[in-house]
């Protein structure tokens, strides 16, 4: 972990590390990543069969070693717990009813020039999921994809996860059910990324992928954008907590370990007023994550990419904020909304002391889906519009072209291209 | 030209051969681009003397080999011929207006389980915009670019744009002082987007990259999607047009060769289920090509890439034209209502007889970036939204979060992260 304060000498250097300092480890596996995807290009399903059983130790051989059937998805759905079952259930409807208002509304209309003009945004035809196996293997996460894909329209969902040595979780079973998705494929990495981009005998192709995964399956969806859409580039999570020195340490000290335990390579920040408060909280950081089963993998997040910052004023949290563009922003202050109006760079803000980012993982309704790695300056969280695409369109009559296409005859020649000028010239007489 | 006819035996495998052939290189230009990209990196400005010197003969030396001022924007746009200065500025108004009604409106409210919600979109704080040189070196591109941007409200917008031997587009300037472009900067190529992207001495960085360029651009742009946000993975141009035997011959023969001359890779498809009007079409475009000062290009373009279909009946268009999912698509039929009903991809549709292709690379008011390559599955044209990035926001009190918190604890346990759910679970005693 690392302590600086705003006023001393070398801050503006510190920090200017720390905002340059690269999480994401994407290089060394470009390459191996790019064979994988050549190779289910040229050999689908052969290359799958292989792939899966080298790294996940599972054959594909019979239908049930290949995909998971809606049947098991409901018996799984079936067979939770009530509580969690009616958890899940919360999260599904919360998740549904925030999506449905990013629908975009179609446009149709005529102008003064007599052009008839309008956008129609259509969902993709199939796009396709993926879901991590093992450790991260999140139904919430599986939520946060596929309800919005089915809330655009998208007609065919599939799912890809690996399911090493055979085993399935039957959580995130339930939640394909709950969230509608059509199709479960057994495969992951690389392999499943590209038998969704370029399909194989089994598998057809999709239009669009998103969901989590490691750095192979990241780089896969890096190659592969442009052949198919995908969500975005990610990389490792990070919080940044703003919080005044009137918290309770032991609060903002769990925010910032659920954001740790995520991941060895996530990092979480807390900037404060208040150099006491900051020590409270490393205390309690310390203590708790003893406590933690996932204590190794927060203690490492924690030691290696921790950081606390003691400002003077909050105010200046503010230009610190927007430099780093974090995922997760939590303002556990007295006054949030001068800070909330500052921060324009931010993935989701947690606004208040009773918005601990975890709430936003699960059960508050935006997407958890959000740019890592200060892209928050220009990218935003996954929504409905991913899973759609919009065409113009444009008709005119022969006044219409009469009143426009004059100067567009004059552009096209200004600009040498003489078969664009005749489209129009050619109508106009 | 190839001529298919849907009743020809072998024309499903035909028709697979032209939807899956591809007309992009970008795969020898990637190893160099990488390494370009490398060295503006290492040391921006002094490779960027270096390339630019190499690629360009132009020296950076003083400030206006480097930059070209406003100034000098604003002195070639009151230099513009009238009618050409009219036709730019009704150009740039109707692009203006279209694009307006595309600014998001934000989300906040609260909901019944006492959940503050919202979406807010901002601005990104900078963008870059490619200009090709030479050839390409469109004002109507700038402006299809700047605009959205400008609308979008963003506050710093640097063109870079290739001057090959000092040589500048006086048009591009008046487009540039038009839109408002706050920087010119006369480096282009590979470098010229690196520089964008990370930043140089001189040239501060963007969040947002957006224009057209030839291969080398293209593929660092791919390369840097993450690093910044992109538009779009942009390839060769096509149309697409569905035509009945009661259209002019002419006119059609020049709407295809309107996309011919832009690019020797260029595609134009004809579709139509009047045989003996096809052959009249191709013998217009033999005709016609032959007087364009562009011909050489058209005429590749037509010979290598160009298709002419031949249906029994229009509604069979429906399926191809979604499977080509083509940049441009035209109807020029006696009642297109039902076609555009069932084109589901395509980047932008031109209705009618009177709604030549080139009225929308210019005046109409949507923008003139479209996806290609068959993207428009899954992708859409230019808008004031890639300029924008919405971060969403929640807040919760006290009420709030007993009411919702216990299902994100169950579902943070089920999912084995402990810190998670004592966040929430601290708050609740």
Same mark, same amino acid.
């Given at each position: 972990?690392?302590?600086?304060?705003?006023?001393?000498?070398?801050?503006?250097?510190?920090?200017?590390?720390?905002?340059?300092?690269?999480?994401?480890?994407?290089?060394?596996?470009?390459?191996?990543?790019?064979? /994988?995807?050549?190779?289910?290009?040229?050999?689908?399903?052969?290359?799958?069969?292989?792939?899966?059983?080298?790294?996940?130790?599972?054959?594909?051989?019979?239908?049930?070693?290949?995909?998971?059937?809606?049947?098991?998805?409901?018996?799984?759905?079936?067979?939770?717990?009530?509580?969690?079952?009616? =958890?899940?259930?919360? =999260?599904?409807?919360?998740?549904?009813?925030?999506?449905?208002? !990013?629908?975009?509304?179609?446009?149709?209309?005529?102008?003064?020039?007599?052009?008839?003009?309008?956008?129609?945004?259509?969902?993709?035809? #199939?796009?396709?999921?993926?879901?991590?196996?093992?450790?991260? #293997?999140?139904?919430?996460?599986?939520?946060?994809?596929?309800?919005?894909?089915?809330?655009?329209?998208?007609?065919?969902?599939?799912?890809?996860?690996?399911?090493?040595?055979?085993?399935?979780?039957?959580?995130?079973?339930?939640?394909?059910?709950?969230?509608?998705?059509?199709?479960?494929?057994?495969?992951?990495?690389?392999?499943?990324?590209?038998?969704?981009?370029?399909?194989?005998?089994?598998?057809?192709?999709?239009?669009?992928?998103?969901?989590?995964?490691?750095?192979?399956? =990241?780089?896969?969806?890096?190659?592969?954008?442009?052949?198919?859409?995908?969500?975005?580039?990610?990389?490792?999570?990070?919080?940044?907590?703003?919080?005044?020195?009137?918290?309770?340490?032991?609060? /903002?000290?769990?925010?910032?370990?659920? !954001?740790?335990?995520?991941?060895?390579?996530?990092?979480?920040?807390?900037?404060?007023?208040?150099?006491?408060?900051?020590?409270?909280?490393?205390?309690?950081?310390?203590?708790?994550?003893?406590?933690?089963?996932?204590?190794?993998?927060?203690?490492?997040?924690?030691?290696?990419?921790?950081?606390? /910052?003691?400002?003077?004023?909050?105010? !200046?949290?503010?230009?610190?904020?927007?430099?780093?563009?974090?995922?997760?922003?939590?303002?556990?202050?007295?006054?949030?909304?001068?800070?909330?109006?500052?921060?324009?760079?931010?993935?989701?803000?947690?606004?208040?002391?009773?918005?601990?980012?975890?709430?936003?993982?699960?059960?508050?309704?935006?997407?958890?889906?959000?740019?890592?790695?200060?892209? #928050?300056?220009?990218?935003?969280?996954?929504?409905?519009?991913?899973?759609?695409?919009?065409?113009?369109?444009?008709?005119?009559?022969?006044?219409?072209?009469? #009143? /426009?296409?004059?100067?567009?005859?004059?552009?096209?020649?200004?600009?040498?291209?003489?078969?664009?000028?005749?489209?129009?010239?050619?109508?106009?007489?």
């Amino acid at each position: 972990m690392q302590r600086l304060s705003i006023s001393q000498p070398d801050f503006a250097k510190a920090f200017r590390r720390i905002v340059n300092s690269r999480r994401e480890s994407d290089e060394g596996v470009a390459d191996q990543v790019k064979t /994988i995807l050549s190779k289910v290009r040229a050999s689908g399903d052969e290359t799958l069969v292989e792939l899966t059983a080298r790294f996940d130790q599972h054959n594909l051989s019979s239908d049930a070693d290949w995909s998971i059937s809606k049947a098991e998805c409901e018996a799984a759905f079936h067979a939770l717990e009530p509580s969690l079952r009616q =958890a899940l259930e919360l =999260a599904a409807d919360r998740i549904r009813t925030y999506h449905e208002a !990013q629908l975009p509304t179609d446009r149709d209309y005529t102008d003064d020039a007599g052009v008839r003009l309008g956008a129609r945004w259509l969902p993709v035809d #199939a796009a396709g999921l993926y879901v991590p196996g093992g450790r991260a #293997a999140y139904p919430s996460s599986l939520l946060m994809n596929a309800i919005p894909a089915k809330v655009a329209g998208v007609a065919r969902l599939a799912v890809v996860t690996p399911t090493p040595r055979g085993q399935i979780n039957p959580l995130v079973l339930a939640a394909a059910h709950l969230a509608g998705v059509d199709e479960i494929w057994r495969v992951g990495g690389a392999q499943a990324v590209g038998a969704l981009a370029y399909g194989t005998e089994r598998i057809s192709r999709v239009d669009v992928i998103t969901g989590p995964g490691n750095a192979w399956v =990241a780089e896969a969806k890096r190659q592969l954008y442009g052949v198919v859409g995908i969500d975005m580039v990610a990389g490792p999570s990070e919080i940044l907590v703003i919080a005044d020195g009137q918290n309770n340490p032991d609060w /903002i000290a769990a925010d910032l370990l659920s !954001q740790a335990e995520h991941d060895p390579v996530a990092q979480s920040i807390l900037i404060t007023d208040d150099a006491n408060f900051a020590s409270q909280v490393e205390d309690r950081i310390d203590v708790q994550c003893a406590m933690l089963s996932t204590q190794k993998t927060a203690k490492a997040s924690w030691d290696n990419h921790g950081v606390v /910052i003691v400002v003077d004023d909050l105010d !200046q949290s503010i230009a610190l904020a927007n430099d780093l563009a974090a995922e997760h922003v939590e303002l556990a202050v007295a006054d949030p909304a001068p800070l909330f109006e500052g921060i324009r760079h931010a993935g989701s803000v947690f606004i208040g002391r009773f918005a601990p980012e975890a709430v936003g993982d699960y059960v508050a309704g935006p997407n958890h889906v959000l740019p890592t790695g200060r892209r #928050a300056r220009f990218a935003s969280g996954l929504s409905v519009l991913d899973f759609m695409k919009r065409s113009s369109f444009i008709e005119l009559d022969e006044a219409a072209l009469n #009143a /426009i296409g004059p100067a567009a005859i004059a552009l096209a020649e200004a600009e040498g291209l003489p078969a664009h000028a005749q489209s129009i010239e050619k109508r106009l007489k």
